[in-house]
């Protein structure tokens, strides 16, 4: 059977009465519209309580250990700030609306980790 390459079309090999559909895996060479960032809220995170949230993407423990070090480095860096670790709850993709309102009331920042 012929391995011939095409995009997205589908051809008889030949000699064959097998058909083959190869699909180009390439990316497309449109760039996505680009957002501009929201702006800064604070200055500086100097005296912020600032929640890191591990959503659980990484499974059980899979994020604790990078959000650790983020927490010794805030310690290190800015030691004014607080930062509280939490672990959403659901999985990684479920609404935490306690955990949001409580960052929202509680909280002056918040560093939501996918890790794996």
Request: hydrophobic share 35%; proline share 6%; with cysteine.
């Given at each position: 059977?012929?391995?011939?390459?095409?995009?997205?079309?589908?051809?008889?090999?030949?000699?064959?009465?097998?058909?083959?559909?190869?699909?180009?895996?390439?990316?497309?060479?449109?760039?996505?519209?680009?957002?501009?960032?929201?702006?800064?809220?604070?200055?500086?995170?100097?005296?912020?309580?600032?929640?890191?949230?591990?959503?659980g993407w990484g499974g059980p423990t899979g994020g604790y250990a990078l959000f650790e070090v983020m927490q010794d480095w805030f310690s290190q860096h800015i030691p004014s700030a607080?930062?509280?670790?939490?672990?959403?709850?659901?999985?990684?993709?479920?609404?935490?609306?306690?955990?949001?309102?409580?960052?929202?009331?509680?909280?002056?920042?918040?560093?939501?980790?996918?890790?794996?």
């Open positions: 059977m012929s391995k011939e390459v095409s995009k997205g079309k589908t051809r008889k090999s030949p000699g064959s009465d097998t058909k083959i559909t190869v699909l180009n895996p390439v990316c497309s060479n449109k760039v996505a519209e680009r957002v501009p960032l929201t702006p800064r809220r604070f200055s500086s995170l100097e005296g912020k309580r600032i929640y890191i949230v591990d959503s607080k930062t509280i670790l939490v672990k959403k709850k659901g999985m990684w993709a479920d609404d935490d609306p306690a955990l949001w309102q409580r960052i929202k009331t509680d909280g002056d920042a918040a560093i939501i980790g996918l890790s794996c």
